[in-house]
């Protein structure tokens, strides 16, 4: 399916257009073809068009690395840490109030979402980093911080304006909202759910509709992320049972990240996968639920071994990817402690692999060694 509908505010440089739509009717184009100047996007937006078909197969979207690096690790690290520190009291102090049944507040997310933004722009290994520490205790809160910055890293591959990269953030970050809304001892059963509790955590979607509804000056496409994530291609998907073009390009994109940060995350009741095993799971949802062209997009975005990943070399030793390289994603710093061989830590010892012999053999999951790995994260 190389046809797919996105709305005006979406349209990016490179992308081929096949029709517009103005919200009475499909308007054909005389000449279809790529966008090359934001003139034309300007243009089309100031004569009314609403929603855009485009051509994947023909867009010629840029191949933007997944790391930018404007500023050195260390000194972003100092900024980074704070700014996820930040975003983490705000998005749990915002998650309470929902709780609490108080009305959602955009503007405390508005606001971070511009400091982390611009940190993951600045040399994005930083903030990648930190969300890859995960507690079991803390999903809710963790995976929407996490979906928000992937979001960002793969809308920013994608060659999306930062306008665009903060309305991704904010649908990350808001887009499981309805989930405070259902019971609490279903939200968090460290087991599989009965039937009837799936069903019952279903309808957190229908559920986060009056919260979204109670932000006036949220983005369409904040809202689609939150109220299309959880949408099928086949139309098996909810709360709308949407199907193929009726969800939009954030829809879909929201859906894969998604499903990569909970395969991936550590819950009460299993340790999370590492990525190749959760790009293996995800390769069989091709087609009926996920976007096949914008899943090799994303998993080309992330990489077998992201920033923040535990992985095992050939000399037996392991750690975490600790900085990514530009020139050869296969070939980053890796931060190793551990010995996989005689089970049992080792000094530590940051390793560049673009200037050794030494390569990457796997990814680990954290349920193959007991490895404690918080401590090594600093």
């Not at 939200?187 to 759910?193: E, G, I, M, Q, T």
């Not at 949220?218 to 086949?234: G, Q, W, Y």
């Amino acid at each position: 399916m190389s046809l797919q509908t996105v709305s005006a505010n979406e349209l990016t440089l490179g992308m081929y257009i096949v029709s517009l739509e103005d919200g009475k009717r499909k308007l054909s184009v005389a000449k279809p073809g790529l966008v090359k100047s934001l003139a034309t996007i300007e243009k089309l937006r100031n004569k009314g068009i609403l929603r855009v078909t485009i051509d994947l197969a023909r867009c010629e979207l840029p191949e933007t690395p997944t790391v930018c690096k404007t500023v050195t690790l260390d000194k972003e690290m100092h900024r980074a840490k704070r700014v996820f520190k930040e975003s983490k009291e705000i998005i749990g102090k915002v998650l309470q109030q929902v709780y609490q049944g108080q009305p959602l507040e955009i503007e405390p997310i508005n606001e971070i979402a511009d400091e982390l933004v611009e940190s993951l722009l600045s040399n994005s290994d930083a903030i990648h980093s930190l969300s890859a520490l995960r507690t079991k205790d803390a999903y809710l809160l963790e995976h929407s911080l996490n979906v928000g910055v992937m979001l960002v890293s793969f809308g920013r591959s994608l060659g999306f304006d930062r306008n665009m990269l903060k309305k991704l953030m904010i649908g990350g970050i808001i887009h499981d909202i309805g989930k405070t809304q259902v019971d609490i001892d279903v939200l968090n059963k460290p087991a599989r759910l009965s039937e009837e509790e799936f069903k019952h955590m279903q309808q957190h979607q229908v559920l986060s509709r009056p919260l979204l509804d109670a932000m006036p000056n949220l983005s369409p496409i904040s809202r689609d992320i939150s109220s299309m994530h959880h949408e099928k291609l086949d139309g098996t998907g909810y709360p709308d049972g949407l199907s193929g073009e009726q969800i939009s390009l954030v829809g879909r994109i929201g859906s894969i990240v998604d499903i990569y940060d909970a395969l991936t995350a550590v819950r009460v009741y299993k340790d999370g996968m590492c990525p190749s095993k959760a790009f293996k799971i995800m390769n069989t949802l091709i087609g009926f639920h996920l976007d096949g062209d914008l899943l090799k997009k994303f998993m080309h975005n992330i990489g077998l071994y992201p920033v923040g990943s535990l992985v095992q070399l050939n000399d037996g030793s392991a750690g975490l990817v600790w900085e990514s390289n530009f020139e050869n994603f296969k070939r980053p710093i890796v931060k190793t402690f551990y010995s996989t061989k005689y089970r049992g830590y080792r000094d530590v010892k940051f390793i560049d692999l673009a200037a050794t012999k030494l390569t990457i053999t796997k990814g680990l999951s954290l349920d193959e060694f007991p490895i404690d790995i918080a401590d090594y994260r600093a």
